[in-house]
């Protein structure tokens, strides 16, 4: 079905490619050219470049079923990307969109009506596993922010269309010298179906959004070991930890440690820890602190990307972010409204582009 949509699609747009094979290297300088890679990014990034490019290949050459790409090429060149990734059982993960718009100021709109297609068409199929799509992105970037938060703002409906906004920073990875016990009230323990319970409900009030549902942290639905087992079984990892720290057994804080290959998301929220704070209390940024270096052991990075929800817990903790990324989740039951509004803003755009083309003639 993949390969039948990627035909049709290339009947009205030719140089428009599902899966279709990229070489890593030129990815790797594209993403350069773009400005997706800059500077910042690169420090962190850069001590693992072998790493991302191996895991580029074997995105893009064995074509796994938990992941796609889409592509706008000439002769054989990128000019725009954007792929997806399941990361949750029944949710994919937009990311990675660049274009060379100094080469074709359409490639970056391409790809993104051919994602959006791609989802209409292929979500109803029950071995696409898709009821959400969801996507992080900082609020200052001005192109995800009119597209995904722009059509949040116009749905109106956090059960449609939601958007959470996390504090990101990275930790040190402690030496085992510097790893402190919780402490004697405190407990670290794997989380409960009565964690995850009042998890669900202290979000719904919080939020009451769509992203412990997209992201299977409802008590019903938090088992991702068969999603595991997928990635495995082709030589990738994906694995995930739930975790609870309790005050005297009352819940203060999940932690979600989340465990992929490096590269998988080049700002690597598929291989970060993602906390949850229940309780906001400054008195316990301490014990969150020993928590998370404790936690840290799972990993082998040296630096860890932490993201804390809400951002305000960051600062009532006394942690300096590094940035905010909000979470965008659309419900796919619901497509009809998204593409309403992605229709529009298209035609807006494609109207801009036409009057400045004719200008330049």
């Known amino acids: 079905y993949r390969s039948l949509l990627a035909l049709i699609y290339q009947t009205a747009e030719p140089n428009a490619f599902i899966n279709h094979t990229v070489d890593t290297e030129a990815l790797w300088r594209f993403f350069f050219d773009t400005g997706f890679i800059y500077p910042e990014k690169y420090i962190h990034i850069q001590p693992r470049k072998a790493q991302i490019l191996s895991t580029f290949q074997k995105l893009y050459t064995s074509h796994p079923s938990f992941a796609r790409h889409f592509t706008y090429q000439k002769m054989n060149r990128v000019l725009g990307h954007m792929s997806m990734l399941r990361f949750y059982n029944r949710s994919w993960m937009i990311q990675h969109h660049a274009a060379k718009t100094t080469e074709s100021h359409r490639a970056g709109l391409v790809v993104l009506e051919q994602i959006g297609r791609y989802i209409n068409d292929a979500h109803r199929l029950y071995q696409s596993q898709m009821d959400y799509v969801f996507c992080i992105y900082r609020p200052e970037n001005k192109f995800p922010s009119r597209v995904f938060g722009g059509a949040a703002i116009s749905i109106a409906d956090s059960h449609v269309c939601s958007r959470d906004t996390f504090a990101y920073f990275h930790l040190p990875r402690p030496s085992r010298l510097h790893q402190r016990p919780v402490g004697r009230e405190w407990r670290l323990l794997p989380s409960d ?73 080049m700002s690597n929220f598929t291989n970060c820890i993602q906390v949850f704070v229940v309780h906001i209390d400054k008195s316990s940024a301490n014990v969150i602190y020993r928590a998370l270096t404790k936690i840290m052991r799972w990993y082998q990075d040296t630096s860890i990307p932490i993201m804390m929800y809400p951002d305000t817990a960051a600062a009532a903790f006394s942690l300096a972010p590094e940035k905010q990324y909000t979470t965008w989740v659309l419900n796919l039951d619901y497509t009809d409204r998204y593409f309403d509004y992605i229709s529009r803003l298209l035609n807006i755009t494609n109207k801009l582009n036409t009057k400045a083309s004719k200008a330049v003639k």
């Not at 939020?207 to 992201?215: E, N, Y």
Request: aromatic content about 10%.
């Open 193 to 265: 179906s009565e964690d995850l319970t009042e998890l669900c409900a202290w979000y719904a009030t919080q939020s009451g959004g769509l992203m412990m549902k997209a992201f299977n942290l409802a008590n019903d639905d938090c088992d991702i070991r068969t999603l595991s087992e997928e990635y495995h079984s082709i030589g990738f990892q994906r694995e995930r930890r739930l975790l609870t720290l309790r005050h005297q057994g009352r819940p203060i804080a999940i932690f979600v440690p989340n465990r992929a290959d490096f590269g998988l998301n």
